[in-house]
C-alpha cells in the first residue's frame, strides 16, 4: 500500500533492479514502482531474433552474474528477461506492480509520487523509466500519406509478416542492422541511413565495449564512439556475407506508394519500418523539470540540476557512461552520483 519512504524508484527494468540491489544493501527504506505487469522491463518486448552484445558473464547486474545461455554465445532477449526475474527474486527487492507513476510532485520537504494506486511520500525519487515507451519518429514530409505499413522498432517482432514484399527500413544503428539482417532473408531490403553506417571491427563485441566505456568514466581519451556505431553480431555478419548490408542517404519524403530521394529518383514499398531511436520517458517528471518540454533534462551525474531530490538513471550516458546497458548500470547506481548520494545526504 502506498506509504512514506526515503526512495521512489520508478521503473523496474535493469536499471531499476540495480539501483534496488544498492539501496536494499544501504539500508534505505524503498520501493520500486514498475508499470509493467511482469519483470524484464523492455527486454520483454524485444524481437524474436534480438540478442546482447556480449557474453552472458560481461552483462552482469551487481552481485550476481547473468548465467550463461546453453548454445548461445550472445544471449536472447528473453534469457536476459529470465535473468532479471531470478535477480528480482533471489534479493527481495521490494517491487511493486503493475504501478503506473502519472506524476512526481513537490510536496513540502519531500516529493508525492501519485500513481493509479495511490500517492507516495519520498525524501529522494530515482526515475528508471528508460527510452521503449517513447519511440522517435522524424518529420519526413509524406509520412501521413504513405499508403503501406509503417512500424517502429518497439513493433517488430519477425521478418515472416513480411515476406515476398519490398520493405524500407531507416536507421544506422544496431536496430537497424540487426532488423535488415532478418527481414533480408524474406524480403527485398532498402536500408536507408542518415549518415553512413559505421561497422566495428568483427572482434569488437560487449567485452571491449565495457572496456573502453570503464576508461572513459575515469577519463582517459578514446570513447565508445570511436569504435563505430554497429557491433558484428553473427547476424549481422551473416548479412554481409550475404552481400546486403548497403545502405542508401536518406530518402526526402514519402508519397502514397513509397519513398522519394531528393534527386527525384523513387522506389515503391510495401513497408516503412522506423529504427529511428527513442526518447527519454520522462512526462511523469514534467512539474519538476520545467525545461524538459524543451528537450533539456540537465544533470550532475545523475542528480538533476532542476530538482536536487531526483536522480535520473539508465538514459544514455548523460546520466553514466553505458547507464542504458546491464553492466553500466549497475555501476552508476553505486557510484558517488546515485545511492551513495542519497545515502550521505540522509545521513547528514
Known amino acids: 500500500m502506498p506509504g512514506s519512504c526515503d526512495v521512489v524508484v520508478v521503473g523496474g527494468g535493469q536499471a531499476g533492479l540495480a539501483v534496488g540491489y544498492y539501496l536494499r544493501r544501504a539500508g534505505l527504506e524503498y520501493v520500486i514502482l514498475d508499470a509493467q505487469s511482469q ?21 552482469p547486474l551487481p552481485g550476481w552474474g547473468m548465467p550463461s545461455q546453453d548454445g548461445e554465445d550472445f544471449p536472447s532477449a528473453g534469457h536476459v528477461v529470465d535473468y532479471l526475474r531470478a535477480y528480482e527474486q533471489r ?3 521490494a517491487v511493486r506492480r503493475p504501478v503506473r507513476v502519472r506524476e512526481v510532485r513537490a510536496a513540502g520537504a519531500r516529493l508525492a509520487v501519485q500513481t493509479d494506486a495511490g500517492t507516495w511520500s519520498a525524501r529522494y525519487v530515482i526515475s528508471a523509466t528508460g527510452t521503449w515507451q517513447c519511440p522517435y519518429l522524424p518529420d519526413v514530409p509524406g509520412r501521413e500519406d504513405f499508403g503501406g505499413r509503417q512500424l517502429h522498432t518497439v513493433d517488430y517482432a519477425s521478418p515472416l509478416e513480411f515476406r515476398g514484399q519490398r520493405v524500407v527500413i531507416v536507421g544506422g544503428g544496431n536496430s537497424g542492422a540487426q532488423i535488415l539482417a532478418d527481414v533480408s532473408r524474406v524480403a527485398e531490403v532498402t536500408w536507408v541511413t542518415r549518415r553512413p553506417p559505421r561497422f566495428m571491427p568483427d572482434n569488437v563485441d560487449g567485452r571491449v565495449l565495457f572496456d573502453v566505456a570503464t576508461r572513459t568514466a575515469a ?13 558484428m553480431v553473427p547476424s549481422v555478419r551473416d548479412a554481409r556475407e550475404r552481400g546486403v548490408l548497403h545502405a542508401r542517404a ?7 506508394h513509397g519513398v522519394w530521394w531528393a534527386d527525384g529518383t523513387g522506389q515503391p514499398c510495401d513497408a516503412v519500418i ?8 520522462l512526462a511523469h517528471l514534467a512539474p519538476l523539470l520545467p525545461r524538459w518540454r524543451q528537450g533539456v533534462a540537465p544533470t550532475d551525474g545523475t542528480r538533476s540540476v532542476d530538482e536536487s531530490r531526483l536522480y535520473l538513471l539508465g538514459y544514455g550516458d548523460w ?5 542504458a546497458t546491464l553492466v553500466g548500470a549497475g555501476r552508476t547506481a553505486r557510484a558517488r552520483a546515485t545511492v551513495a ?3 550521505a545526504r540522509l545521513a547528514g
Open 39 to 59: 519483470p524484464g522491463g523492455a527486454w520483454r518486448h524485444g524481437w524474436d531474433s534480438l540478442r546482447l552484445f556480449s557474453p552472458a558473464p560481461y552483462s
Open 91 to 93: 534479493y527481495d527487492l
Open 219 to 231: 577519463g582517459a581519451a578514446g570513447g565508445v564512439s570511436d569504435l563505430g556505431d554497429i557491433v
Open 250 to 256: 536518406m530518402f526526402a519524403r514519402l508519397d502514397a
Open 274 to 281: 522506423w529504427c529511428t531511436g527513442f526518447r527519454p520517458e
Open 319 to 323: 546520466t553514466g557512461s553505458a547507464s
Open 341 to 343: 548520494d542519497i545515502s
